[in-house]
Structure formats: C-alpha cells, structure tokens
C-alpha cells in the first residue's frame, strides 16, 4: 500500500492520541462546518473523511444526513460510536486510511473533510482526487485546514509546511469544481484541548458541476 511516509505510524499516534475519556478536538462540530448549514439537506448522503472522534459526523447525523465517516484509528472510531449513540443518531463508522477507503464514484452530495491534515503532498493528490471523484454532480465539499501561518501560532496542526493548505493549492486541486468560498483567515478557535487560541485557517466549500 502506498502510504504517505510522513506518519508512519499514524494508527498507533492517533490511537494514542483518543485513549483518553476526553475528546481530544471536542463534541461539537467544526465552527466553519457548521457555519455552512445551509448547503445541507436532510436525506441526502454525506462522507466525513477522517472524523476522528466523530464530532462532525454526529452533528451532520443530527442535520438529517445520512451520514458515513471514516478514520484511521479504531480508538477514535469506537469513541464516534459512542457520541453518535449519546446523540441518537446513526453513523455508518468505518476504520479506515485515505488510501483504504473506498471512493465510490458520484456516492455523496457532501464531503466534509475538516484538519485533515496527516497527509503529505502525495497523498493529499489522491485524497483530494477521491473526494472529487465521489461526489455526486451538484454536491458540496467543504474543507477547512491550517494555512502555513499557524506555525508562527503553533495552536494545533501538524507543524509540518507541506502539510499546511493554501488558497492557490487549492484552486489547483479543484480546478474542476465551482468554487463558492474560499478564504484565509484568523480567529480564534475553542474546539477541544488541542484546537485553542489564535489560528491561521483555510476555509473552502465547492459544489460539483451539475451533468
């Protein structure tokens, strides 16, 4: 399997990482996600791409999506289905990496990919290629990611510069997409312990070309 070698044990860390009783990134959902409720309609079918601990694939549950989401550590997986049971809502959880997950063509009307930031440049290509590939004609992707000023922050992201989003990378990856919002930007964020304090983000959301 061709994997990303910049975390070559990215089970194990983030394993490690969810073990606590605590949820690492928090329960409530993304702030950019949620800001963009409106490109969401109750019934149709949404992924959330390495969800972590499943605080964005609840909260789209709780929209009215039918929602599948997938992550690369069991521990945070087995934690998602707990919140998703708390909430009453379910989630088709799988445990998976970008690279075993299976991108089914024109599956979803939304994907939300939010800090998905474990993947260097190669894999980021096929992560990227992915999302494009299946999503439905019409449907939204919505991203959120740390540009490379967050590591004069250093208030959470991988610290790492060729993981780090820019708005001219990503009219490059989603050329083929009609891009509707995309913008860098500061504030402050407040989601869980390791999302606190002033950040430099990237927030983009782009709908498929309708057939």
């Known amino acids: 399997m061709n994997r990303d070698n910049s975390f070559k044990h990215a089970e194990q860390t983030w394993d490690g990482r969810f073990s606590g009783q605590d949820f690492l990134f928090g329960t409530e959902p993304n702030a950019f996600l949620a800001q963009h409720r409106s490109f969401l309609v109750a019934g149709k079918a949404a992924l959330a791409v390495a969800d972590g ?9 709780k929209q009215g999506l039918h929602v599948d989401a997938f992550d690369i550590s069991s521990v945070g997986v087995a934690k ?43 894999m980021r290509r096929r992560m990227f290629a992915g999302m494009i590939d299946t999503l439905k004609p019409g449907g939204y992707l919505i991203i959120q990611g740390y540009t490379p000023k967050q590591l004069d922050f250093k208030t959470g992201g991988p610290g790492l510069l060729d993981h780090l989003y820019t708005t001219s990378m990503m009219c490059d990856a989603f050329a083929s997409l009609d ?33």
């Open 53 to 61: 601990e499943g605080r964005n694939s609840v909260w789209l549950a």
């Open 80 to 122: 998602a289905a707990r919140l998703a049971r708390e909430h009453d809502v379910t989630v088709d959880l799988r445990v998976a990496d970008c690279d075993d997950w299976n991108w089914r063509p024109v599956a979803y009307d939304v994907v939300a990919a939010i800090f998905v930031q474990f993947a260097g440049p190669a």
């Open 179 to 211: 891009i509707i919002e995309l913008r860098e930007y500061e504030t402050e964020l407040a989601e869980g312990a390791q999302h606190v304090g002033r950040s430099a983000l990237l927030g983009m959301v782009a709908r498929k070309p309708a057939r």
